[in-house]
């Protein structure tokens, strides 16, 4: 307060007080925004006693970002505070928008590692309106599939269209742009007509009507839009969907669809959407619990999914109506056509663009069970035989001699030992142990009705000898203490002393291998290992030896060798 008892106040006054400074608050008063109350005799500005409150009220505005004209209006009271709010919000909106639009460009470019002359179209691409991106699609579409007699395809594509929200994101402004980018390579093009063509090739007889019967490119829903392998779920469903289906197709449209809400999936795609969910899961689950495609425990896995994927393929031309030969490679087909990188990119890319969710991905899935029908081209006549005459006392002592001589083996192994490479391609001794481990804790699971299902977990830990050493004993005690060396087990009720059996032909291999790798001795367990080769031959005897399979072709053993030697020569070792 001045000192002469008027109750005004300098301006250094005013700034000590508020903390605003004295240039600030002479630029505010010059500009009608604090006008003084007073002035000096010799000029100087005195400002009244509302003059700190005044003050505040403008540093607040200007804080928000509002002009100085806008902030006059308010003070003088031609226009509220909330209409003046409004407004600038409004204003920042728009400009908020301008920055990410930036922003997205300017990352997109330092992702792609764009050329500069680049710059200038990528920021045209960002502002496109709705029309000229949709254009961009249709004449991509239309191009690729130019000449392809595959309608509802061609309809499908054309109807998922890359519609921005009205604020659209930072990550979908960058997808918009990766798309556009993306339907300029050759690749996407080539594929996109593959699967049309596959489409057209598949569709039901000439002259039958339109009907659930057309057969598109698998992965596709009824729109063209993908419900398989990772990309864009059936429309109106959850975005579970993940599978390979060549199924058949509803009704051309008439005129090609803009709007990106395509109608219901019919009674025929809804069982295509859960055909493809059921492959997804047991995939999936196959993979978790490692079964290997190619042995003989995928067969049922195998025959569920074919069973549950032949009535999606009524209306097909000549379709399959039962679970052999050509069933398996027609589905074989169908999902080695599915399998297009660049194509499931492309869905991601509209999934993110339009703010759609992002299915499970089935590449995983899709993998495991192409690989399986490569396997096993035809249902697999179980061999009950292989079942008879197990003694599972005899099994038993068999695990305890295995185990006895691989546990020393695996004592001896070093920390620097684990990053050795193994006769197993691609395996080091640290992931031969871990498999070895999970080996005896699968089993375990087995015996206690809870089968595992973290195959590709870490079950090693820092202490291999001890992992190992651990999971012996409770498979030991799992076996005779559940009583599954004399129980059936699964849908072909197999015995558990085959299981086990089973285990014990996995540690004598890897034992094998797991002494290779360090330079020890390969004779393993003399007395287990004739009986644990004739049980190898009765459980993988007729298992298929393909390319990529989990048994390579069987190498001749050499004059003399071991028995230990041998199974490791049937297995697809050398043993020389």
Known sequence: MNEDGTGLLTIGELA????????????????????????????????????????EIVRSLRELGIGLAAIRSVLHRTCTVAETAAQWADALDAQIRTLRLRSAVLRSVAARGSAAEELPYMTELARLSARERRLIITDFVEDALDGVDAPAYRSGLLAATPDLPDDPTPEQIGAWLELAALVREPELRTALRRLAEYSARTAGAAGEPDAPGESHAPGESQTGEPDAMGELPAPSEPPAPGAPDATSEPPAPRETRTSTRPPDPSAQEQAVIRVAELMR???????????????????????????????????????????????????????ETAAEPVVERYWQLLCTVTGRPAPPRWDTAGTWTTAALRAHPRPYELDRSAFDGIDPEQVLRAYEAVTRDVAALVAAVRPEDLALPTPCAGWTVRQL?????????????????????????????????????????????????????????????????????????????????????????????????????????????????TAGSSLAPERPAPPGAGATDRLAAFLGRDPA
């Open 433 to 545: 142990l871990d498999h070895m481990v999970w080996e005896n804790l699968m089993a375990t699971s087995i015996a206690e009705g809870a089968p595992r299902a973290d195959h590709t977990a870490d079950h090693l830990g820092d202490d291999h000898r001890t992992a190992f050493a651990d999971s012996v004993r409770a498979a030991r005690t799992a076996f005779t203490g559940s009583g599954m060396l004399h129980r059936t087990y699964g849908p072909y009720e197999a015995p558990g002393a085959m299981i086990v059996q089973q285990v014990v032909v996995e540690l004598l291999a890897h034992g094998w291998d797991l002494a290779r790798a360090t330079g020890a001795p390969t004779g393993l367990a003399p007395e287990a290992a004739e009986e644990t080769l004739a049980a190898a031959r009765r459980i993988y005897g007729a298992a298929p030896r």
């Open 281 to 335: 899961v047991r995939g999936e689950a196959a993979v978790a619990a490692g079964i290997a495609p190619d042995s003989p425990a995928a067969e049922p896995v195998l025959a569920e999914l074919v069973a549950a994927w032949l009535p999606t393929q009524t209306g097909t031309a000549d379709p399959p109506t039962e679970d052999g030969p050509a069933a398996r490679a027609r589905l074989l087909e169908q999902l």
């Open 16 to 55: 000590r007080l508020t903390g605003v400074p004295v240039k600030t608050i002479r630029g505010w008063s010059d500009r009608d925004l604090l006008p003084p109350a007073a002035r000096t005799p010799a000029g100087y500005r005195l400002y009244g006693p509302d003059a700190p409150a005044r003050l």
